[in-house]
């Protein structure tokens, strides 16, 4: 697997994105458990000096500038940021859970415990995007809104692009009531049942497939799967259902800057 290593934080990288970009795991920070230990989540019960601690290792661990990031107020949505310049550190949160930037001096990033990590690149015209796709973002479809914005915002072509699906929950893990299973169907129609497969009597839900289908219905050829469950693999990331919420939340950016 394409994991690297950097003063004791350990982040997986994807091979297909030739720009500088990490999703790190949950080794190497300053946090104690339930934590441990590179939490960069504010708002699960960490002491905030340790989560600015542990961002600004990362940033360290990559080679990017600490004043580079833009990151925003996830909130489920398919709401997007273009990012023109860094986020000042008294600048407010924006609500979005897309990020996109065509800056070399700006560094997208995002947390994530179980949801789904997008990274996104346009190598023809220099731009990259990251996106948070929850059950609620997957069936809001928003692989396709961070695609669409990309071609409005950049005039980016679709086939151009290089898609990257993070360390996320995995099937496996991921049973869902029929509240959900309701909103795949609305979403995805007579193909919802690939989404949806059956472990005996219980529904689950693929969000890597469904990412994936997304990614394709939106004009992409080019996406790499991480492949790796958040739930199978605690000892290695943060896995909000796994962990019965009390977790943390890992790191993943993205820059233009070349790796």
Known sequence: MPFAAHNGLRFYQFDSLPVRHAVFTRHGGVSPAPWNSLNVGGTVGD???RVRQNRLLSFEALGCDPASIFDAWQVHSVD??????PRRPDEPYQKADIILTDKPHVTLFMRFADCVPLLLHDPRNGVVGIAHAGWQGTVRDVAGATVSMMRERYGSNPADLIACIGP???PDHYEVGQDVIA?????FGEDAALMLPQHGERIH??????NQYLLERAGLHRIELAGICTACHTDDW???????????????????AQR
């Open 47 to 49: 002491v905030i000096e």
């Open 238 to 256: 943060y896995s909000h259902r796994a962990e019965k919420g009390q977790t943390g939340r890992f790191g993943a950016l993205i820059s233009l």
């Open 80 to 85: 997007a940021v273009c990012a023109d310049a």
């Open 205 to 210: 839900f693929d969000l890597w497939r469904a």
């Open 183 to 187: 909103q795949v169907h609305q979403t």
């Open 168 to 170: 996320s929950i995995g």
